[in-house]
């Protein structure tokens, strides 16, 4: 039987974290997607990404002592509840190492963290045709937020919103 453990990622994983970015996005149809290189992981996670601290955290799932799954994630805000979340950026367990309980320890650690700091939700998103992940969601009590859509803007966008003249 498989040891499956988590940790919390420490700055040595950063090529792991890199890899399994991209390994997420090529699961994600979106291969060529990531723009991320392992400096800013190295500064967002480590550094002073906010210019105040990390502005991201992960957890590393392993099974037998070999990394094989990551939880990407970052504390947010509830106006309405007046506490803390977290939001869930990535999960990822590589194909070949699914089916041990890794999906499920990764996301078990997310929530001991969650409790610890207070947060009142845990937030995520799944493309609508990823509906392997849903069911799994769903067998964890969580649920399809409806009503609302995600909204974006990205970098001329925010440029231009930054600098209007």
Same mark, same amino acid.
């Given at each position: 039987?498989?040891? $499956?453990?988590?940790?919390?990622?420490? %700055?040595?994983?950063?090529?792991?974290?890199?890899? =399994? @970015?991209? %390994?997420?996005?090529?699961? %994600?149809?979106?291969?060529?997607? $990531?723009?991320?290189?392992?400096?800013?992981?190295?500064?967002?996670?480590? +550094?002073?990404?906010?210019?105040? &601290?990390?502005?991201?955290?992960?957890?590393? +799932?392993?099974?037998? +002592?070999?990394?094989? &799954?990551?939880? @990407?994630?970052?504390?947010?805000? #509830?106006? *309405?509840?007046?506490?803390? +979340? /977290?939001?869930? %950026?990535?999960?990822?367990?590589?194909?070949? !190492?699914?089916?041990?309980?890794?999906?499920?320890? /990764?996301? #078990?650690? /997310? !929530?001991? @963290?969650?409790?610890?700091?207070?947060?009142?939700?845990?937030? *995520?998103?799944?493309?609508? *045709?990823?509906?392997?992940?849903?069911?799994?969601?769903?067998?964890?009590?969580?649920?399809? =937020?409806?009503? *609302?859509?995600?909204?974006?803007? $990205? &970098?001329?966008?925010?440029?231009?919103?930054?600098?209007?003249?």
């Amino acid at each position: 039987m498989a040891t $499956v453990t988590v940790r919390a990622a420490v %700055e040595a994983d950063v090529p792991f974290l890199l890899r =399994m @970015i991209k %390994e997420l996005a090529a699961y %994600e149809r979106e291969p060529d997607a $990531v723009e991320s290189t392992e400096e800013s992981l190295r500064h967002h996670f480590f +550094g002073r990404g906010y210019g105040r &601290g990390p502005c991201a955290e992960a957890l590393v +799932g392993e099974i037998d +002592g070999v990394p094989q &799954g990551v939880a @990407i994630y970052f504390m947010n805000f #509830s106006t *309405w509840s007046g506490a803390p +979340g /977290l939001y869930l %950026e990535d999960l990822f367990v590589r194909p070949e !190492a699914r089916r041990h309980g890794l999906g499920r320890r /990764l996301l #078990s650690g /997310l !929530a001991k @963290i969650a409790t610890e700091r207070g947060c009142k939700r845990m937030e *995520w998103a799944v493309l609508d *045709w990823n509906t392997p992940a849903q069911d799994f969601y769903k067998t964890l009590g969580a649920f399809e =937020m409806t009503g *609302w859509h995600v909204w974006r803007m $990205v &970098g001329p966008s925010i440029a231009k919103l930054a600098n209007p003249e």
